[in-house]
């Protein structure tokens, strides 16, 4: 497909799938984080109360954990392009709704829809790109996934930075439909992945796509798998250490979302006003330098996930974010804005290099093939589930026990999960994605699944 087409000749597989990734990840960061700098604006408009905020802003992540939910069985019935184009879909009406400015109702379903396309792909585009790279590029490749949610971030940042004041914010909301049509365009000169067309018996289709993704030598080690059977999920639940992995790979997602990510990246501003910066152009400033901070991480995180690893990442990652949330406590207590802008950094800097990337990677890692679209939606959407919990409550949370307090319940999480990486976190660098699924099956615990 990619031939027959002039403009994509020059470009290849990985460089497409690199773009998907790169467009979809921004699209995830930029959705999930605009609304931050234009919040206190339709606060205004709208007479908001701080429940009403809090729904604005928690209305997208609930979608995101129904999409992401939905995400498992339509991927394994569609396949995982149609997936993605179906997530495109969703995502370009809801900014449709929300650029019509058609009242507070119309921005909520607007706001809903795009949940839907981000929960999507944030669980499909992963797994994609997982099993359409060969496996010493499969940690760079899929972490450049976060990273292009971090530059998605720092887009919706700067650009309340820049253009708050000028530019209405059903303008700057609706920016989020860019990346979706070039993430559109990726996919539709990528073939389906090979691994879902052999769990489909459909070995002619594999033939093509494994010689157009350049992974013909590593299939031929592959040992045929068997065609795809509705059942074969719930029967590979029960196999090996598969229900394990569930536990793991979901547990990872709650510490990430519990860690207090998700309320300092939705609500950053309102927590520099807290630590003391002026309102407006001072505190919008210091949150844009927490995501160029993100930026630059995760770009030190993906030269260093297959080469440090994934588990010594984890480790280092959660005892740094300790520490940069207990600054922030002492700068609340002191009212040291400065001592609380390091402090965030600190945690921001170690969230990108651990908690972060890693979850992504590993459960597109660790799952076996029969159950990899149920158990990767199961990990997502209970990623989404208490990353909605936060969007709901942080406001409310910080109003009834103070910053420090709000903040100390996230420092505990990062203590949690530093014990929780030392006992079970695997390492899989380099490792092929049958070898893990052979150790899986075969029942070695969680701790030596990459060994």
Known sequence: MIGNNWIFRSISPIQLILTLILASGIAFGFGITSVSG???????????SEIGEQFVVGILVLGCFVGAAIAGPISARWGRRRTIMLAVVLGGLGYTLILAGIGFGGLLVGRSLAGLCIGLISMVVPMYAAETTPAQRRGAVVSMFQ????????????????FAASVPWQILLGAGALPLGLGLLAILFLPESP???????????????????????????????????????????TRGSTAAVLVFCSTLFVLQNLSGIDGILYYAPRIFQELGFSAGTAALAATFGLGLVNVLATIAAIALVDRLGRRPLLIIGSAAM?????????????????????????FIAAFAMSLGPLPYVLMSELFPTAIRESGIAVASATSWLFNALIAFTFLSLV????LSGAIGLFLAVCLI???FCLAFAPETRGARLEDI???????????HLGS
């Open 38 to 48: 234009v919040l206190d604006i339709i606060k205004s408009e709208f007479e908001l």
């Open 147 to 162: 990273l292009a949610i971090t530059l998605g971030i720092l887009g919706a940042y700067g650009t309340t930075l820049a």
């Open 195 to 237: 691994r879902w067309l052999a769990a489909r018996g459909e070995h002619a289709a594999v033939e093509k796509a494994t010689l157009t993704l350049g992974l013909t030598d590593e299939w031929q080690e592959i040992p045929a798998a068997p065609a795809h059977a509705d059942n074969q999920s719930g029967t590979a639940l």
């Open 322 to 346: 300790a520490i940069g949330l207990a600054a922030v406590i002492l700068a609340s207590q002191l009212g040291w804005p400065w001592v609380g802008l390091a402090g965030l950094a600190i």
């Open 399 to 402: 109003a009834a026990i103070g």
């Open 417 to 419: 999960s530093l014990g």
């Open 437 to 447: 699924e052979t150790a899986v099956l075969a029942g070695r615990p969680l701790r």
